[in-house]
């Protein structure tokens, strides 16, 4: 009962931390970092190549739902444009396309590094001199992929799992709120 009622009395602190997240999201004062939707597996299969779906590992059928779920929530925080930057892998342009919230706009330093396909610190230095600003001129959301976002944040998300960033982006970044899948 004891640990109910402290539970009880935290839930107003953390509603109005994640107002505020929401809100320094749409103030273009934070970016919105999400994992790609759940795409089964780990990795890309042998013969991965950048321009063919057919040889990536894809969303499935609840990983779409996820994606469409989070166009929802995301219009439901703001009717204002979005910017939306995506990896150039097919699972994270996927998602954000389907999220169905603005044009998608590949940002190569949003591609996964995992397991050499490209390089952590090159790509990670690259978003941190992006979004090197106090402010952005609208809210700003990035579709990536675990190893990025971790390099970002130092912690490992689930799929479709998001966080709301304080600008400037630093590594590690200031997490203003985790966002559940």
């Not at 009962?1 to 107003?12: C, I």
């Not at 990983?63 to 150039?88: F, H």
Request: a positive charge; hydrophobic letters at 45%; glycine letters at 6%.
């Amino acid at each position: 009962m004891r640990t109910l009622m402290l539970l009880l009395g935290l839930l107003p602190v953390l509603c109005t931390a994640n107002d505020a997240a929401w809100q320094a999201w749409r103030d273009g004062r934070a970016v919105l970092i999400m994992r790609h939707a759940l795409a089964p597996g780990t990795g890309d299969p042998a013969g991965f190549v950048l321009t063919d779906c057919k040889t990536q590992r894809n969303l499935n059928a609840a990983g779409r739902q996820q994606a469409q779920k989070w166009g929802e929530v995301l219009r439901q925080q703001t009717s204002a444009d979005i910017a939306l930057y995506s990896s150039q892998w097919c699972r994270c342009l996927d998602t954000a396309r389907l999220m169905n919230i603005a044009s998608v706009q590949p940002l190569p330093a949003l591609n996964s590094f995992f397991a050499g396909r490209g390089d952590r610190q090159q790509q990670t230095d690259a978003l941190l001199a992006q979004f090197a600003v106090a402010k952005l001129p609208e809210p700003t959301v990035l579709v990536s992929h675990q190893v990025n976002f971790t390099a970002l944040t130092g912690y490992f998300p689930a799929s479709g799992e998001a966080a709301i960033l304080a600008l400037p982006l630093t590594a590690p970044a200031t997490v203003l709120a985790r966002i559940a899948p």
